[in-house]
């Protein structure tokens, strides 16, 4: 499995009693038992797990200086009738939690799993991954010179389980018919929600966002370190040689 380069540095650390844990929602309930008590180790820094194969949020978590290792999950990514954005997201971030967990019996009680999930909503049209050149033009059509909002959903589940979102709201110039289909020839927008990526050549296009760029990106990262520190107490604060704690 991939790990990433480096490791959060240990620092100084009190540990918490045995918290009790926490429901996310139906079906988390069974995966809190992979931690509930922190090891006796101070220096056992738990493992986060990444259930996803997106190079976009690996790049996000390194950046971050966070340590993971990559284990995909394979789900349908499919939305529910009827199903809101955020509650598709959140879902679906939470599936891909259990998925990894059901195949991974080895996990050590202090490691914490990642799932995520993100979609862009415009006018109340949820929009994932594009099935091929057609409906990436499609969306990007359906985006051109409107705002739209971004939607990640997140579970984290270690010593407790939380599933939570983040919404972004991004603005996109018109776009020509040549630019769309100079874009879909690319072949950047064909394993991007919304057909697009903020950070490589559609940045050109969008001038202005409400929100987290990094869950437009693909992972909301201060929202994950925040929950990263509610699910396990042992996860140190990041220090380096000039400040003691960041």
């Given at each position: ?229 509610e699910v396990s107490t042992q996860y140190p604060v990041p220090c ?7």
């Open positions: 499995m991939e790990k990433s380069e480096g490791s959060p540095d240990v620092g100084n650390r009190e540990w918490s009693a045995a918290r009790e844990p926490t429901k996310c929602r139906e079906g988390c309930d069974s995966l809190v038992s992979m931690a509930t008590a922190p090891d006796e180790d101070p220096y056992n820094i738990p493992m986060l797990v990444l259930a996803s194969a997106s190079p976009r949020r690996q790049e996000l978590l390194r950046n971050a200086g966070i340590s993971f290792e990559v284990h995909p999950a394979d789900i349908p990514e499919d939305p529910l009738p009827g199903e809101s954005a955020k509650d598709c997201a959140e879902r679906l971030a939470r599936e891909k939690v259990l998925a990894v967990a059901r195949v991974r019996p080895n996990l050590s009680p202090n490691d914490v799993v990642l799932g995520a999930d993100t979609v862009v909503v415009v006018d109340g049209a949820l929009l994932g991954k594009p099935s091929d050149a057609a409906d990436a033009a499609r969306m990007l059509r359906m985006l051109s010179g409107r705002t739209h909002r971004v939607i990640t959903g997140v579970c984290l589940v270690g010593g407790v389980a939380r599933v939570s979102s983040e919404t972004t709201v991004v603005t996109v110039n018109r776009l020509t018919d040549q630019d769309i289909a100079d874009y879909v020839a690319s072949g950047e927008p064909m394993d991007k929600a919304g057909a697009y990526a903020i950070q490589a050549i559609a940045s050109r296009w969008i001038p202005r966002i409400d929100g987290d760029y990094g869950n437009v990106v693909g992972l909301p990262v201060a929202l994950v370190w925040k929950m990263m520190r380096n040689q000039k400040n003691r704690a960041i």
